[in-house]
């Protein structure tokens, strides 16, 4: 049985820059590794473009396919922008900008997934903050005394 919220939940960004976006979502994959790491580790099913070029290279390497491994990696870009394309209409969005930039962002989300799993320390406002197992959030400049 599918139901469909009433509901949509949107996210503005307002970083004036892209290495201020990167920042932000770093600092939240951190946080969310904390606090929920066995749900911050599935959620990286929701980036199935970069999660079918993984399932391609396997299979790619152990059936000596390369030709299946871009066919699934195909499926998943289409069946993405798809979905984007059914999201835009749903919402009344005319115009979205370039495709490829659905799929590029598919794959920096999960480069910034990855960055969750690497390093114990964000900067957040122009403080160094560590993450802790827990997602308990300290300041670093505490530590240090």
Do not use: Q
């Not at 970069?50 to 030709?67: D, E, K, P, R, T």
């Not at 598919?106 to 903050?129: C, K, P, Q």
């Amino acid at each position: 049985m599918l139901f469909r919220s009433p509901y949509v939940v949107d996210n503005m960004l307002y970083e004036p820059r892209l290495g201020d976006v990167l920042r932000r979502e770093h600092r939240w994959s951190h946080t969310i590794r904390g606090l929920r790491p066995a749900g911050h580790f599935f959620s990286v099913v929701m980036n199935t473009v970069s999660v079918a070029i993984a399932a391609g290279a396997v299979v790619g390497a152990a059936f000596g396919s390369y030709l299946l491994a871009l066919a699934l990696v195909a499926v998943a870009a289409t069946l993405r922008v798809a979905l984007h394309r059914a999201v835009c209409r749903a919402l009344g969005i005319a115009r979205s900008g370039p495709l490829w930039l659905v799929l590029a962002r598919d794959i920096v989300s999960t480069a910034t997934w990855l960055s969750g799993y690497f390093g114990s320390t964000v900067r957040w406002r122009g403080e160094n903050l560590a993450v802790r197992p827990g997602g308990t959030i300290t300041l670093k400049s505490l530590e240090l005394r």
